[in-house]
């Protein structure tokens, strides 16, 4: 065993060198990319709330869209008794499938974000 510590040589010393840089180039990339997630969610949670308030309102305009009643009585719970049921086509199934998919919408994004604030 050798008692004294002996100098390092040159290749050692390149390669420690050259790890060093690759693990802070590699650290410098993950923590751009990190940076970038970060920003991106802090938009999306900055943005979430506009979209319910937008998605509420296309609802409710939706539903009150789909009222069968001629009076303003319909969109209140009014409705016209002798009707019978049919088949939706046209404007009226858009609108019915329409309002399912805003509906669907703005459940998953208050669910996205009560999960994402807490």
Known sequence: MNKFPTLPN??????SL?????????ACRTSGYRAKVV???EALVSALPYAEI???????VGIVLQQRGAALGGAFGGDNFSSTFY????AEKFLFTAAIVVAIALVLAAILNFLLVG
């Open 39 to 41: 920003a991106k969610m």
């Open 54 to 60: 937008i998605l509420a309102v296309l609802l409710i």
């Open 18 to 26: 050259f790890l060093r840089n690759s693990l802070k180039s590699r």
């Open 10 to 15: 040159k290749a050692s010393i390149e390669k």
């Open 87 to 90: 088949k939706r086509r046209g």
